[in-house]
Structure formats: C-alpha cells, structure tokens
C-alpha cells in the first residue's frame, strides 16, 4: 500500500515520476560509419568539423622514425626519411589543432580541424592536386555530412541510416527561413 499518494475524485492513486534521464546518443560517425577515400599509403574520410587521415606505416615504426607537420594550407608526413604526404591541403584547417598519433606502432592517424566547419564544406580532395574523392564516394561523402548537418541541427532524432535524394550537395536545402 502506498501511503500519503494523493487520490483523485474515483479514489484512484496518482504518482508522479521521475522523468527518465536523457540518453546520451552516441557518435554519428559510430552509428552511421564513415565514407572514405582510399589512397596508395591508406585513407582519408571527413565530418562537418574534421578531416581523419590514417596512414599504414610498417610495423615497428617508431614516434622517432616520423616527422608531421600540420600547417593551415599545409601538410608533410615523413616516415623514414620518406615523404609520405605533402603538399597544399584542400581547404584551410586550425593549424594549432591538428594532431597525430602512431597507433600500434602501425598507424598513423592525423586529425586535421576545418576552419569552415558547415555541411556545404566537402572536400573534394585531401590535397589540391592529390587524393581525390572519385565522383561516387564524393557524393557519398555530401551525402554523410548532410545527414551530419540535420542531426546536429536535429538532435532528438536519428539521421544515422537515414537516405537523402534531391538536393543535398553543399549541404543540402536551406530551412533557415523556417526559423521561429
């Protein structure tokens, strides 16, 4: 018996609950997997914020075997005295940010973070003259971050195994007019 519940007119008991925590979603990457281009030394994929580069090195490599450098404009990867990547990036990227990590001494990861961080910023390329997208896995990739954009913008709901036709390159259609 519940005591000291209050009873309505029919003598029936209300209760009022907790409301239930929110559940933390998890990374849209994670939910919805990641559109990459594979290149001769690995792959490369992007978000809305951030480009992932992942480069196999030989097993055993060490941290001292790789010099990286992450400018704005620019990248060079070295390994072993061998330039992996270099040249101009695609688009300009906050340069203090970009990080590299050797990953069982195997891999490399590098993230790069975009200055222009919207849906209607694809890159098309790693590089200005290297490592394009073929068409199809471009308009995989504006397809990715379009979803990517509607969650953000969205976040009660589940874009991850949405599908998108009509117009979503450079991010798809412009709702802003629909603004309270």
């Known amino acids: 018996m519940i005591t000291g519940a209050p009873l309505d007119p029919k003598g ?16 849209f990457e994670e939910r919805s997997g990641i559109v990459s281009c594979t290149t001769p030394w690995g792959c490369w994929y992007q978000t809305m914020e951030e480009v992932f580069i ?3 090195v030989p097993p055993g490599t060490q941290a001292r075997d790789i010099h990286c450098k992450l400018g704005s404009r620019d990248i060079r990867l070295t390994v072993q005295g061998k330039d992996v990547i270099k040249g101009k990036l695609f688009d ?10 050797l990953e069982d001494r195997k891999l490399i990861r590098i993230i790069l973070t975009k200055s222009n961080r919207n849906a209607g910023n694809c890159w098309t390329s790693l590089l200005e003259e290297e ?9 995989q990739m504006q397809k990715k971050l379009t979803l990517e954009r509607f969650q953000s913008e969205n976040p009660g709901f589940d874009f991850s195994r949405a599908e998108l036709s009509g117009n979503y390159s450079k991010g798809g259609p412009d ?3 629909m603004e309270k």
Do not use: C, R
Request: charged content about 15%; glycine content about 2%.
């Open 12 to 27: 029936k008991i209300h209760l009022t609950l907790p409301k239930p925590l929110p559940v933390m979603s998890a990374n």
């Open 92 to 101: 300009s990227t906050i340069s203090d940010e970009g990080t590299w990590t």
């Open 131 to 139: 490592y394009s997208a073929d068409p199809l896995v471009q308009d």
């Open 175 to 177: 709702f802003s007019f």
């Open 54 to 56: 992942e480069v196999h």
